[in-house]
């Protein structure tokens, strides 16, 4: 019988935990770098089940690009963030309803 929990932890303070694991068990400054080890993966984890839509548009094209393009971007500072289909739908949801007479 397995009994389900659920842990609430703000974004930052994950973050923030999961920095200070990997610079510590990096230096070799973690007294269990094992745990170290397997609380970062359990973070990264919970971290990878928030989802973000993010779109890059390297080429001009209008269609955002693939996630590679990160590294890409970083080294020659080719790309911009663009709003993803869902976020644009949701700005032109914004305004319509602003737009709304009461």
Do not use: W, Y
Request: proline content about 4%; overall charge positive; glycine content about 6%.
């Amino acid at each position: 019988m397995s009994k389900e929990k659920i842990v609430k932890i703000g974004l930052g303070e994950a973050v923030s935990r999961l920095l200070s694991l990997e610079l510590t068990r990096r230096s070799g400054l973690h007294p269990m770098p094992e745990i170290a080890k397997k609380e970062r993966d359990l973070l990264f984890d919970a971290l990878n089940e928030i989802k973000i839509d993010l779109g890059f548009d390297c080429d001009g094209d209008g269609t955002p690009d693939t996630v590679e393009i990160f590294e890409q971007s970083a080294k020659d500072d080719c790309c911009r963030i663009i709003p993803t289909n869902v976020e644009a739908e949701k700005q032109k949801s914004k305004k319509r309803r602003s737009s709304r007479r009461k």
